[in-house]
C-alpha cells in the first residue's frame, strides 16, 4: 500500500482510510493510498515549513545537482515508470514512455535557468537624488509551495511546478490526483534518493478537493499552483484569499481551432488528430471547438473521417495503441452525455459516438451552431471534434471569443496576414498559427486569458512566480 510523505515519515491516513486505485481500461486494482484528514495536511505544512528554513540555505547550484541526480534516477526506471503512469491512467503506453522522457528535457531547463537568475541593478543617478545610491534586487523564497497536480500529465506538470520550487529554496507538499497518484509517489522516492530530504519534499493525497482547500486555508502555506478544473481554481482561490496566499492557476479551455477557406486541410487534418485525440482528447489546452469554413468543411470532414478510420480505439499497454480510454467510467459518461445533449439541441453525430465501459471513440459533430453550449462553455475532455461553420473570419473570432475561457487557441490559412489578423483578436493565453493549439513546450510562458486562469507556467516564468522580489538599497553609497 502506497502512503502519504510527510516530513521524513511514511504514514497512513490518521483515521486510517483509504483509496483504491484502478486501471480503467482493465478495472484491476493496483494499489491503495491514503485519505488524508485535516491533521494530516496540517501536519505536512508544519513539517515543510521547519524543513524549508534549512533547505533554502543550500546554494542554487547544489540543489540543481540534486534535482539532475532526479533526472537520472528517472532515465534508470524510464520502463518501470512509463507502465505504471499507462496502467493508472489509460494513456496509451508510447504516450507514457514520452511524457516519462520529457523529465529529461524539462528539470535541466529549469535548473539552468535557475543558475542564470542574476537579479537587476539600478545604477546611481537614474533618478533625481539618486546620485549616490545603488540598488539591486534578488528573488528569495516564498516559503510552503502546494503543488496540486491533475491526472492528465502528471509527470509533465510535475516537472512544471516541483523542480522550479525546489530550485528558487521553497518547501513542497505535493498533492496528486486521487485517480492515478501512483507515478508521482515513485517521483517522490526517487527525490528523496536524490538528495531532496522529507520535509522538503512531502506528499499528500485525497480524494475531491478536500485536501486542497484544507492546505489552501492554511496560513503557513505561501502559495497553491494548481492545475485543474475552472471550478476548483475559483474555490481554491477563495481559500488562499483568507490569508493573502500567492496563487497560480492553469484552469479549463475551450480552445478555438479556425480552419480558413484557403487552410492547407490535409495539414488541418493532421493537426486535429495530434492536437484534439492525444491523450484521448484529455487535454486543457486541446482544441476543442473546430470553425470551419463552409467552401472547405465538407472536404475537412471526409478526410477526417477516414483518417479517423485507422485509429481504432485499443487497449492502452498495445504499444500499437494511439486512443486509448479516460481517466474513468464517470469521465466516460460525462462525454456521453455531452454528445447526446448536443445532439438533442441539432447537431450530428457523423462518425464515432459509442462508449465501453472508460472507452469513448473518437466522435465526429457536425450541424453545430454557435449558439449551443459547446460552441461556447461546453468543456468536453474527451475525443469529440464538433465542427461549427462560418462564413467569414470575422464570425470566426466572434465565435471564438464567446466562450468564457481563453487558454490557447489556432488557425489555418495559407495567408499570413490572416493568420495574424487572427492572432491579434484571439482572447487567450497562447495562439498557433498553421497547428492545432495543443502546444506546450517547457520554455513556452504558459497560462490563460479569463476563467483559464492566473499567471504563466514555464521556463521564463515559474521561477519568479515561485518566489518573491527583495530590493537591496545601498543608499549614500558613493
Not at 528539470?107 to 541593478?121: M, N
Not at 517521483?187 to 512531502?202: D, F, K, Q, S
Not at 492545475?227 to 483568507?242: L, P, Q, V, Y
Amino acid at each position: 500500500m502506497a502512503k502519504n510523505l510527510i516530513g521524513a515519515s511514511w504514514c497512513d491516513a490518521s483515521d486510517g482510510k483509504t483509496i483504491t486505485i484502478t486501471n480503467p481500461a482493465t478495472n484491476e486494482v493496483i494499489d491503495t493510498v491514503p485519505e488524508s484528514t485535516k491533521e494530516d495536511c496540517d501536519r505536512a505544512v508544519a513539517s515543510a515549513k521547519v524543513a524549508q528554513k534549512e533547505w533554502r540555505k543550500l546554494p542554487v547550484w547544489e540543489r540543481a545537482e540534486r534535482l539532475m541526480k532526479f533526472v537520472s534516477l528517472v532515465e534508470r526506471d524510464k520502463d518501470e515508470l512509463a507502465k505504471l503512469l499507462s496502467d493508472e491512467t489509460g494513456k496509451p503506453i508510447t504516450e507514457a514512455v514520452g511524457e516519462i522522457a520529457n523529465v529529461s528535457i524539462g528539470v535541466p531547463a529549469f535548473c539552468e535557468r535557475a543558475k542564470h537568475e542574476y537579479g537587476t541593478v539600478i545604477p546611481a543617478g537614474h533618478e533625481k537624488g539618486q546620485e549616490k545610491t545603488i540598488q539591486y534586487t534578488v528573488q528569495e523564497p516564498l516559503g510552503v509551495v502546494v503543488a496540486v497536480i491533475p491526472f492528465n500529465f502528471p509527470s509533465d506538470l510535475f516537472c512544471q511546478k516541483v523542480p522550479p520550487a525546489l530550485l528558487m529554496g521553497n518547501a513542497v507538499i505535493l498533492k496528486p490526483s486521487a485517480h492515478n497518484p501512483l507515478t508521482l509517489t515513485k517521483y517522490v522516492e526517487l527525490l528523496l534518493e536524490a538528495g531532496i530530504p522529507g520535509g522538503v519534499i512531502n506528499l499528500i493525497n485525497g480524494n475531491g478537493g478536500f485536501a486542497v482547500q484544507t492546505l489552501a486555508e492554511n496560513p503557513g502555506v505561501n502559495l497553491v499552483t494548481l492545475t485543474g478544473s475552472t471550478i476548483a481554481g475559483a474555490e481554491t482561490m477563495a481559500k488562499c484569499a483568507k490569508n493573502i496566499t500567492h496563487v497560480t492557476l492553469e484552469l479549463g479551455g475551450n480552445d478555438a481551432f479556425i480552419l480558413h477557406k484557403d487552410g492547407d486541410i490535409d495539414l488541418a487534418v493532421k493537426e486535429t488528430i495530434w492536437g484534439r485525440l492525444y491523450n484521448t482528447g484529455q487535454v486543457c489546452c486541446a482544441s476543442k471547438r473546430f470553425l470551419v469554413h463552409k467552401d472547405v468543411k465538407d472536404a475537412f470532414v471526409e478526410k477526417l473521417t477516414e483518417a479517423l478510420k485507422e485509429m481504432p480505439v485499443m487497449m492502452p499497454s498495445k504499444p500499437e495503441a494511439r486512443i486509448g480510454c479516460l481517466i474513468s467510467e464517470d469521465a466516460a459518461k460525462r462525454v456521453e452525455s455531452q454528445v447526446n445533449e448536443t445532439v438533442a439541441a441539432g447537431a450530428k453525430v457523423v462518425f464515432g459516438g459509442r462508449r465501453k465501459g472508460a472507452f469513448y471513440e473518437p466522435t465526429i459533430l457536425v450541424d453545430v451552431t454557435k449558439d449551443m453550449e459547446v460552441a461556447k462553455d461546453m468543456e468536453i475532455f474527451g475525443p469529440v471534434i464538433p465542427i461549427i461553420e462560418y462564413e467569414d473570419i470575422d464570425e470566426a473570432i466572434a465565435i471564438a471569443n464567446q466562450s468564457s475561457y481563453g487558454l490557447c487557441g489556432c488557425v489555418i490559412s495559407e495567408n499570413q496576414k490572416t493568420c495574424y489578423y487572427v492572432a491579434e483578436r484571439m482572447e487567450c493565453g497562447g495562439m498557433v498559427i498553421n497547428g492545432a493549439s495543443f502546444f506546450r513546450p517547457f520554455e513556452m510562458p504558459f497560462g490563460g486569458w479569463k476563467h483559464s486562469g492566473i499567471g504563466n507556467e514555464g521556463v521564463m516564468s515559474t521561477l519568479h512566480e515561485m518566489s518573491r522580489t527583495k530590493t537591496i538599497v545601498l543608499k549614500n553609497i558613493l
